[in-house]
C-alpha cells in the first residue's frame, strides 16, 4: 500500500507540471504575438532628407530701397535672393531636421528661390567726450570694419558687418558707425554669398564748435564746448546725411573753488610795434564765474616778425640760356612750428615760413620767422589778431644773374633776387642767391 501511493502521487505531480508548462507556453506566446502585431502596426520612423547635390541658377537684388526713418536713425531696408536647383536624398547618417526658408518659391529657372530682407542703419553720433588739448582743426578720416552676429534663416545665413568711419582731432576721436548685412547661402554642398548693397563715397563735412555752460561733474569742474560734425554717404546712387553731436568736456578743477561758467570776447585790436619789427596784439576778455563775480581783462601778445636779409642756397648746374629764366608762381610754405606759454592763457606759437619763388629752372625762396598767439581759459579758445602771409602781398624788387667766371663750356653766375613783403601795414625786404652754372 506505502509504495501505490508514492508510485500515484509521482504520477499526479508530473501531469501538474505538464500543465504548469503548457500554460506559460501558452501566455509567452500569446504575448509575443500582441508585441510583433503592435510593433508590426507602428510605422517607420521618418527620416528627412537632406541635400545632395546643388547648382546655383541665378541670384539678384531688388532695385528698391526703401528708407524708414524713427527714433533710432534711417533705416534702409531691400531684397536679395537667389535661386538654387536643389537634389535632395536620405543622409548617411541619422542628421537634425533643417529648417526652412521662411520665404522661397519655386524659381523661373526651376529652381528654388530664396529671399532675405537686409537692413542697413544709418545712426546720428550723440556722445560726451572728455578731452584736454582744444584743437579742432584738420581733423583726419580712416575706416575699418568690423564683424557682429549673425542669424540663420534656413538655408541662408545673414551677417551682421558694420563700417567704422572714424574723425580724430588732436586730442580724441569718435566714429561714426554704419551697419549693413551680408547673406550667405549654404546647403552643404554650395556656399555663395548672395547680392547685397555696399556703401558708397563718403564726404567729410566741416567742424563747428560753439562754448556751453561749464558742469559740475562727481566734484569736478568741466568747462564745455558742443562740437557738430557730419558726413555725406552714398548709398545704392543716393546720398544720405548723418551728423555728430559730440559734447566736450574739459576738465577744470575741484567744485569747491569758484570757477569759469562762460567766457566770450568784449573787445580786439592789433597795432604796429613802434620799431616796425611786428605787432602789439590785444584781446580783451569778459569771463563770468560760478560765484557771480563777472570781469573783463585786457590780454597782450608782442607777435614777431624776422626776415633775414641774405639767404644763400646750394649751387645748381644748369644745361639751359640763363635768358630763358621765368617765374611761374609765389607760393608760401609752413616749415617749423613751435611754441611756448606766456602766462596760464596766453601761447605763442613760433612758425618758421618760407615764401617760394617757383622758376623754371630752380626754385628760390625767402624764410620768415613770425609768431601767432592763442587765448584758452578751458571755457574759451581763440586766436588773438594777427596776419598770415599772403602770396598776392609779395613783390619782386629785383632779379638778376650776376657773371662770375667761364672756362668756355661753362659759365658761372651769381643769382640774386630781391622780394617786398607787406603785412598788415608793415613792409619787409629780403633777398636770396645762389651760385648757377650753365653749360652747352
Not at 89 to 108: L, Q
Not at 157 to 164: A, F
Not at 200 to 224: C, H, L
Not at 311 to 327: A, H
Request: proline residues 4%; glycine residues 6%; charged residues 25%.
Amino acid at each position: 500500500m506505502e509504495t501505490k501511493s508514492k508510485t500515484y502521487s509521482k504520477h499526479k505531480l508530473n501531469n501538474l507540471n505538464n500543465k504548469c508548462m503548457k500554460t506559460k507556453m501558452f501566455w509567452f506566446i500569446a504575448v509575443l504575438g500582441i508585441a510583433m502585431t503592435t510593433l508590426s502596426c507602428q510605422k517607420e520612423p521618418e527620416i528627412d532628407p537632406v541635400v545632395i547635390d546643388s547648382e546655383v541658377l541665378d541670384s539678384g537684388i531688388s532695385d528698391k530701397v526703401t528708407a524708414t526713418t524713427g527714433t533710432n536713425g534711417t533705416t534702409l531696408s531691400y531684397e536679395s535672393w537667389i535661386e538654387v536647383l536643389q537634389k535632395f536624398g536620405p543622409p548617411p547618417a541619422p542628421a537634425p531636421k533643417s529648417a526652412g526658408m521662411t520665404r522661397s518659391s519655386t524659381g523661373s529657372n526651376g529652381g528654388t528661390k530664396f529671399s532675405v530682407t537686409l537692413k542697413n542703419v544709418l545712426s546720428d553720433i550723440n556722445e560726451e567726450i572728455v578731452y584736454d588739448y582744444p584743437g579742432f582743426d584738420n581733423p583726419t578720416t580712416s575706416i575699418s570694419y568690423k564683424i557682429g552676429d549673425s542669424y540663420k534663416d534656413g538655408f541662408v545665413t545673414v551677417y551682421d558687418s558694420m563700417l567704422v568711419y572714424t574723425v580724430t582731432y588732436h586730442d580724441f576721436s569718435f566714429d561714426y558707425e554704419l551697419p549693413y548685412q551680408v547673406p550667405v547661402y549654404n546647403d552643404g554642398v554650395t556656399i555663395q554669398m548672395m547680392p547685397y548693397y555696399r556703401y558708397g563715397n563718403i564726404t567729410s563735412g566741416e567742424t563747428t564748435t560753439t562754448d556751453g555752460d561749464s558742469r559740475v561733474i562727481e566734484g569736478r569742474v568741466y568747462a564745455v564746448k558742443n562740437l557738430r560734425h557730419s558726413i555725406e554717404i552714398e548709398f545704392h546712387g543716393k546720398m544720405y546725411a548723418v551728423k555728430a553731436n559730440i559734447t566736450l568736456l574739459r576738465r577744470m578743477g575741484d567744485a569747491g573753488q569758484p570757477y569759469i561758467v562762460r567766457s566770450e570776447v568784449s573787445e580786439q585790436n592789433i597795432v604796429p610795434l613802434s620799431n616796425g619789427d611786428g605787432f602789439s596784439s590785444n584781446l580783451a576778455v569778459k569771463q563770468t564765474w560760478s560765484n557771480g563775480r563777472v570781469e573783463i581783462n585786457w590780454h597782450n601778445a608782442d607777435l614777431l616778425i624776422d626776415i633775414p636779409y641774405y639767404t644763400m642756397d646750394d649751387e645748381v648746374v644748369i644745361r639751359e640760356n640763363p635768358n630763358l629764366l621765368k617765374l611761374r608762381d609765389i607760393y608760401v610754405e609752413n616749415d617749423t612750428r613751435d611754441y611756448h606759454n606766456k602766462n596760464d592763457y596766453i601761447k605763442i606759437h613760433n612758425i618758421g615760413d618760407k615764401v617760394i619763388l617757383e622758376y623754371n629752372f630752380f626754385n628760390a625762396f625767402i624764410p620768415v620767422r613770425r609768431m601767432e598767439a592763442y587765448y584758452d581759459d578751458a571755457v574759451l579758445q581763440t586766436k588773438l589778431p594777427g596776419y598770415e602771409i599772403n602770396p598776392s602781398k609779395v613783390t619782386i624788387l629785383s632779379q638778376d644773374f650776376i657773371f662770375q667766371e667761364t672756362d668756355g663750356t661753362r659759365t658761372w653766375y651769381r643769382f640774386e633776387v630781391t622780394i617786398r613783403i607787406e603785412i598788415g601795414e608793415l613792409s619787409f625786404e629780403g633777398t636770396y642767391f645762389r651760385s648757377v652754372v650753365f653749360y652747352d
